[in-house]
C-alpha cells in the first residue's frame, strides 16, 4: 500500500526488493521433520539439499497469498540461496577492512568494536540470553558465516587472510546487508520490516552496511538506510499471531468470512506501527465499512447513470443545490494531511466516511453535476490508492445477469406492493374479500423477495430497494 500511495499522491515511483531467506535454522529445522526417506538422501551440495522443497514450498504460499490480497509484487524478488557467491565477497570484504574475523572453530563474525555507535543489546532492556561462543571477541558479535553442521547444505568460503577454506552458510544479518548494498549501494530510501525485526536484524543488518561503505557513525549508527517503517502484529489474546503458538487466522480463512476489501480496510484502519487485537467484532466492523463504501460508490453511481439519462437545460443552474467543493476540498486535505502524519490512513478513511454521509444528507437532487462527478473521482482515486475495488470501479462481464436479475425482483417487488395496497383498502372499505388470505400470499412473495437481497448480498452484491423503477445494484470486492 505504501508504493501505492507514494505513486498516487506524490507520483514517486519506488524500485522495490525483497529478499526471500531461504536458507536459515528455521528452515533446516523444517528439514529435519520431512520423511525419512527425503532427509537419508540429503547431499550437502545446495543444489540438491531438501532445504530448496522446505523453502519453495512456504515461497509459493506466500507470494500466492500476496496476489490473491492484491499486493503489488516488488520489482525485484532475491533469493538468498541463489546469491552465496555475493554474500562470500561481502564477508571478505568485511574481514580483510577489520570488521570480521575467522574463529578457531570455523566461524566468522562481525567485529561489533570496529563500527563508531555500535551499542546493541548492552543499552537494551530486552531480557534476552547470549549463546556466547569462546571464541568471540565481543558479546555484541555476531555471526556472517556459520561453520557447517552434519546434515546442512554447505558452501565454502575462502578466507584470503588466513588462507583457509571455510566450509559453511551465510549468516541471517550479513544476507540482507550483501543483496541490498548490491542493489542500492549506500544509501537506501526506505527499509521495510516487522517490529520484531528492530533488533537485532535490522540494527545489525545496518551495521554491516556502515562498515561495508565506510559511512561516518561517529553521530548515529543509522547512517545507511534514511527512513525504516517497522509494523505492528496482529495479536490474538495478547499474544502475536504465530505458528508456533497455535493461534493463526489463514489468510483465506478471513477472506471467506469477510472480504479481501475487508482485510485491507483492517489495514488501513490501523496505524502501521501498532499491533492489531484480532477479535470477532473487529470483522464485523470491517465487513460494515466495507459494506457502507460499496453502497456509497452504487449511491453516487445512480446519480452519474441519472445525468447521462436526463435532458440538460440551460437554467439547471438556477436550482437549489448544495455546494460541495470547500468539502471534497478538505476531504482531499485530510487524506494527504494524514499520509503526511506517519501514514495515518484512518484520518483518509474518516474523512471518505464523512462526505458519503454529507452527500446522502443532500441528496443527489440537490448536488450540482460537476461536484457529483469531482466527488465520484476522489472516492475512486481513494479507493484505488487503497486496493479497494468494487463492481463498479471495474467492467463486469456479468452486467447483463445482474441486470435481469435486479429488474426481475424489483418488479415483483412493485407489483406485490401495489397489490397489498389494493387489497388494504378494499378491506378497510368492507369489500367481500378474502384479505387476510391476500395479504398472506403477497407477504410470502416480499419474504422471496428479501431473501433473494440477503442471497445477492453474501454473493457481494449490495442492493437497495427504491419506490421507484429501478434499485442500487453493484458488486463488492
Known amino acids: 500500500m505504501f508504493r501505492r500511495i507514494m505513486r498516487s499522491v506524490f507520483n ?41 522443497t522446505v523453502s519453495e514450498k512456504y515461497l509459493k504460499s506466500f507470494l500466492d497469498d500476496m496476489s490473491y490480497l492484491r499486493v503489488e509484487p516488488p520489482n525485484l524478488t532475491i533469493k538468498v540461496s541463489k546469491q552465496v557467491p555475493l554474500i562470500m565477497q561481502y564477508i571478505k570484504n568485511l574481514e580483510e577492512t577489520g570488521h570480521a574475523y575467522l574463529t578457531p572453530d570455523g566461524d566468522i563474525n562481525f567485529d561489533t568494536s570496529s563500527v563508531r555507535g555500535y551499542v546493541g543489546r548492552q543499552a537494551r532492556d530486552l531480557n534476552q540470553t547470549t549463546n556466547l561462543s569462546d571464541y568471540k571477541r565481543d558479546q555484541r558479535d555476531f555471526a556472517l558465516w556459520k561453520r557447517a553442521k552434519p546434515g546442512e547444505p554447505v558452501w565454502t568460503y575462502h578466507s584470503d587472510l588466513k588462507d583457509q577454506d571455510v566450509p559453511g552458510r551465510p549468516g541471517w544479518h550479513v544476507q540482507c546487508s550483501a543483496i541490498a548494498s548490491a542493489l542500492f ?44 517503517l517497522h509494523s505492528g502484529h496482529l495479536v490474538i489474546k495478547d499474544a502475536k499471531m504465530s505458528k508456533s503458538l497455535g493461534n493463526v487466522v489463514p489468510i483465506k480463512s478471513f477472506v471467506e468470512n469477510s472480504s479481501i476489501n475487508s482485510l485491507r480496510i483492517l489495514c488501513i484502519a490501523s496505524h502501521y506501527r501498532s499491533n492489531i487485537d484480532f477479535h470477532t467484532d473487529l470483522v464485523s466492523r470491517l465487513k460494515s465499512i466495507d459494506h457502507k463504501l460499496n453502497a456509497f460508490l452504487s449511491y453516487m453511481s445512480d446519480g452519474l447513470k441519472r445525468v447521462n439519462s436526463e435532458t440538460l437545460t440551460l437554467n439547471d443552474d438556477c436550482r437549489s443545490y448544495s455546494d460541495l467543493q470547500g468539502n471534497l476540498e478538505l476531504t482531499r486535505d485530510n487524506i494527504i494531511e494524514g499520509i503526511c502524519d506517519d501514514l495515518d490512513l484512518e484520518r483518509g478513511l474518516n474523512a471518505i466516511m464523512d462526505l458519503s454521509a454529507l452527500i446522502y444528507n443532500i441528496g443527489l437532487d440537490h448536488i450540482k453535476t460537476l461536484d457529483l462527478v469531482s466527488a465520484w473521482y476522489l472516492v475512486t482515486e481513494w479507493l484505488s490508492m487503497c486496493g479497494l475495488e468494487y463492481g463498479l470501479t471495474k467492467a463486469s462481464s456479468d452486467e447483463f445477469l445482474l441486470q435481469m436479475i435486479r429488474d426481475f425482483r424489483q418488479k415483483v417487488r412493485n407489483s406485490t406492493l401495489l397489490e397489498m395496497k389494493r387489497v388494504r383498502i378494499q378491506k378497510e372499505a368492507n369489500l367481500s374479500i378474502d384479505g387476510d388470505h391476500d395479504i398472506q400470499f403477497l407477504n410470502s412473495l416480499l419474504t422471496e423477495c428479501d431473501d433473494v437481497r440477503a442471497r445477492l448480498d453474501e454473493l457481494g452484491f449490495v442492493e437497495r430497494d427504491n419506490k421507484t423503477k429501478h434499485l442500487s445494484f453493484t458488486k463488492k470486492g
Do not use: R
Open 12 to 52: 514517486v515511483k519506488l524500485i522495490t526488493a525483497m529478499n526471500i531467506t531461504d536458507i536459515d535454522d528455521k528452515i533446516l529445522a523444517k528439514v529435519k521433520e520431512l520423511p525419512q526417506s527425503q532427509k537419508a538422501t540429503a547431499s550437502p551440495n545446495p543444489e540438491k539439499h531438501p532445504f530448496n
Open 185 to 228: 549501494g549506500k544509501e537506501l530510501d526506505f527499509h521495510y520490516g516487522g517490529v520484531d525485526l528492530v533488533f537485532p536484524h535490522h540494527y545489525n543488518e545496518e551495521a554491516c552496511c556502515c562498515a561495508y561503505h565506510k559511512l561516518d557513525t561517529s553521530k548515529t549508527l543509522h547512517a545507511w538506510s534514511k527512513n525504516w
